[in-house]
């Protein structure tokens, strides 16, 4: 069910079904788990904190349709962005993505920041300064690694308060504005600025990038 999904942190889905049709009921497959290689969840942040997220999830086609799944999403966006001035999040599209494991559901949204994507799907985001995260009450780890596995040195986050950092408890793979320094034991790097972060077992995600 959607629950299981937002528990294992993939809260947009969740939010929009749950909040939508209580009828529903689908089995889901955890983000980044058991899919293809191309097919899995990505948050991708700019410079500027806006957030795209692409969203691959099974689908079955016995409970419901993708025009209702985009139609429930459409209500809860509006529901949201009637807060505000300016809209705060869009849906960009839905689509069904066939596959010889099965049909999977591909939806893509965009956020203006990170605290819309944290309001609205329940899950926390942060993406920001050292300084600005520990003034928000974030703990920043001190037992983040290197590609190596290394950990940075003790004074390391006092001398680089002004270096970003990532820390969500979602489970998507992240592509990040800068390179990734540092980061989460079990996360896996796929690019400079790319990690998969379904295999971290700490409660958080965090990912310590380079000036």
Do not use: W
Not at 153 to 182: C, G, K, M, W
């Amino acid at each position: 069910m959607f629950l299981n999904s937002y528990r294992a942190g993939t809260g947009a889905f969740n939010k929009i079904v749950m909040a939508g049709s209580m009828g529903f009921i689908i089995a889901l497959t955890m983000c980044g788990c058991g899919q293809e290689k191309e097919k899995v969840s990505t948050m991708t942040i700019d410079q500027e904190g806006k957030i795209s997220y692409v969203i691959y999830e099974s689908f079955d086609r016995e409970y419901y349709s993708v025009d209702e799944l985009s139609g429930m999403a459409e209500d809860e966006i509006a529901e949201y962005n009637s807060e505000y001035i300016s809209e705060k999040i869009t849906l960009e599209g839905t689509e069904l993505v066939e596959r010889e494991k099965g049909p999977m559901v591909k939806m893509v949204m965009t956020y203006d920041s990170y605290q819309d994507f944290s309001n609205f799907n329940q899950e926390s985001l942060f993406f920001g300064t050292i300084k600005e995260a520990r003034e928000q009450g974030y703990n920043v780890s001190t037992s983040l690694v290197d590609s190596k596995g290394d950990r940075f040195p003790d004074s390391f986050l006092e001398d680089h308060e002004d270096q970003h950092i990532v820390i969500t408890n979602d489970r998507a793979n992240i592509i990040t504005p800068y390179n990734i320094e540092y980061m989460s034991n079990g996360a896996k790097l796929k690019g400079k600025k790319e990690a998969d972060v379904s295999a971290i077992t700490a409660d958080t995600v965090q990912l310590l990038l380079s000036k």
